[in-house]
């Protein structure tokens, strides 16, 4: 499988936080979920990527090309997309995509208009006319109509009401059947169960895990119960409270060496109970 992006040992610093020697790499026609808490480094990494920071070290590869050397042609065949994103709110549609257009020489016209049609948009519109979906949506007509093959989503589906969220999440399987490769950062956990192939773990400014999501959660169980022998500390993996009593992380390797059941997880409470054992490191 061809790689797509190559990070290694990248480093910002900022007086009260770190993002620490990241390093993960992208396959080429896959779905990458980027998943960590609010402010555990998941856009300070992306705008690194960008450019829209200046990295402190570390190296950065698209296609096997240094970033830094050749930001233009890369930035040719990238697409960004952000919940974040500020528009010129009382500017047609049509006004930003003539401006946007002029900045990539692989500009498709027939492109631009099949992915408006597709998404229902109306370029006589403002953006403060358009609901959060529809921005979203917009701005993936843009990437997509200058070919971008790699899509970095930012939160893409924050705020989103849950039927304008499936039908994003539909769009970005088809993209990635028709080739396209996307590094999805998120929150919600449930839209990357939904979607992703492999999964990126960021706490504390360090990058936790990298593999695919099945293996990811294939690897620990969660434990129910009420209480625990204090021999058992060293198995049980973020303890938290529950309506019942406790649960706790496990790696699946270890589940049997508890005196109480486990069950399967999902990533979503693997996140929450990681996060409660980085806390409390």
Known sequence: MKTVLEVRDLEKIYPA??????????????ITGFIGRNGAGKTTTLHSLLGFLSPNGGEIRFWGEDFRGHEQEIKQRIGFVSAGMSFYNRKKLKTITAVT???????????????????????????????????????????????????ILDEPTSGLDPVSREELLEIFLDLRDEGKTI?????????????????????????????????FVRAYRLAEYEEAD??????????????????????AEDAGKLPFASRETNLEEIMVHLEKEATEA
């Open 183 to 215: 590094l999805f950062s998120t929150h919600i956990t449930s839209d990357l169960d939904k979607t992703a192939d492999n999964i990126l773990y960021i706490a504390g400014g360090k990058i936790r895990a990298e593999s695919s999501i099945e293996a």
């Open 101 to 151: 257009k002029r900045f990539y020489g692989t500009w498709d016209e027939a492109a631009y208009r099949r992915y408006f049609e597709l998404f229902s948009l109306d370029e006589e519109k403002t953006p403060e006319k358009l609901s959060n979906g529809m921005k979203i949506k917009y701005l993936l007509a843009l990437a997509l109509s200058h070919g971008a093959d790699l899509l």
């Open 17 to 30: 936080f770190r993002l620490d020697r990241v390093s993960f790499s992208l396959e080429e026609g896959k």
């Open 230 to 251: 204090p021999a058992l500390d060293a198995l049980l993996i973020g303890p938290r409270r529950s309506k019942n009593g406790k649960t706790a992380l496990v790696r």
